[in-house]
Structure formats: C-alpha cells, structure tokens
C-alpha cells in the first residue's frame, strides 16, 4: 500500500481480554514504532524494531504489552489483561531505517476502548 | 533519555497573525528536529523538518529555526489561516545506531477567524 495501514481502526474490548492490533508499515521501511497517544497528549513511545528486532522497548509500560515483528514487515502489538487505563489511540509508524535523518510516517491508528 | 518540552500548551491568535511554537531538548546528540502536525481524530504529518547543520528553513508560510547551542528550535506560521487550526507537536531524533523520535508534548494552535 501506498502509506502505513494499522488494522482495526476501532477495537472495544472488556477489561481482562487480550487485543492484538497489527501495523503494515509502508514497503522497504526497516524502523517501525508504536506509540500511544492519549486525549489531549502527544505520541508516547512504546517501542522501536529496526528489522525483526526490538531495538528498543524501554517505552512498554509493563509486562502486558509485548510486540513482534517477525518477518520485518507486519508488527503486531499484543496487549494482555486489558485494564481500562490502556484505552488510547495505538499509533504506528515506519521511517528507512537507521543510519540517517528520516521522516517517520504514520498510520491512521487504533482506537482501543477498554470497558 | 532525551527529554522535550514544549511551550505553549494552548495558543489562539487572529487569522493573519503569527504563531510562534518553541521546543527546547536535552540531548546534544540529537540532530534531526521535524515537526508534525496533527488534526482531530487523524494521524501526526510531517510539516517540516530541520537538520543540525542548518539554522534557519522556510517552507512558504511555515519557517523552523534552531539553534544548538542553546538546545531549542521554534515553528514560525505567518499570516494564519483558519485552516492552521491543529495541534503540532515538535520532535527530536538522534542518528546512529538506532533512531528513536521523541515528541513534545503539543501545542493547539486555534486561529480566529
């Protein structure tokens, strides 16, 4: 696709459940991050892959939250036990990749409302 | 960590008017300093961006200065438009061996018709 597709756009789900919400970054960007911005506030970072790997979580609130990337295309951001303080917007983005300054695309986002 | 902050939180000026949106950053390493533009309910788009080599960019209206040594760059949008209304958020990225953008915490413009 033309620009980066995250998938679903709204999801609402009871306190306690598991969500998975997938990111497809634009074709060729190695360096994906997921950010989650809550009402009013800026993206907060929660995690970087630069290929498959993880080259930086520091972001992961705790041990709920857990991403892969496994073939460097699709990321899938997993979410377990759901608590209502997790409902935010998830948002995705791809940029080239390390070694230079380079604009970071986003996607649409995820609307996850915990009930 | 690097560490952004972002001034004014809120901002309202008459159309036609200038807004001036500034950023100040902890890490000197950082060197790539864009600026992203977000309207309601849709996602953060680039608007500019500026380098560390650079001190000044104009893009029509919009113009970004930064100056390292103090640590802060600032967005400049001349003769506003209603259509300017959004929040903008600045941020920082560091080259190397991995690249993490680090955003401000925003600022929403309004501008007054």
């Known amino acids: 696709g033309a620009g980066v597709s995250q998938t679903p756009s709204n999801k609402v789900t009871e306190k306690g459940k598991y969500v998975e919400l997938r990111c497809d970054p634009i074709s060729g960007h190695t360096a994906l991050y997921w950010y989650r911005q809550s009402l009013g506030q800026g993206p907060e970072f929660l995690i970087y892959f630069q290929g498959t790997g993880a080259a930086d979580d520091s972001g992961l609130p705790n041990d709920r939250f857990f991403a892969v990337r496994p073939e460097g295309s699709v990321s899938t951001l997993k979410i377990q036990r759901t608590e209502r303080g997790d409902s935010a917007v998830y948002l995705c983005?791809?940029?080239?990749?390390?070694?230079?300054?380079?604009?970071?695309?986003f996607g649409q986002g995820t609307r996850l409302t915990v009930v | 960590g690097e560490n952004v902050e972002q001034h004014p939180s809120t901002l309202s000026v008459q159309e036609g008017d200038s807004a001036v949106i500034k950023c100040t950053y902890s890490d000197s390493a950082s060197n790539y300093f864009p600026w992203y533009k977000q309207e309601l309910g849709k996602r953060p788009q680039l608007i500019i961006d500026i380098r560390s080599n650079v001190g000044e960019k104009k893009d029509q209206r919009i113009a970004v200065t930064l100056n390292k040594t103090a640590k802060h760059f600032s967005l400049h949008i001349t003769e506003t438009q209603p259509e300017d209304s959004a929040v903008y958020f600045c941020a920082t990225l560091r080259s190397g061996g991995y690249q993490k953008v680090t955003f401000g915490t925003g600022t929403k413009l309004q501008v007054i018709p």
């Open positions: 983005a791809s940029s080239l990749g390390a070694g230079g300054n380079t604009e970071a695309f």
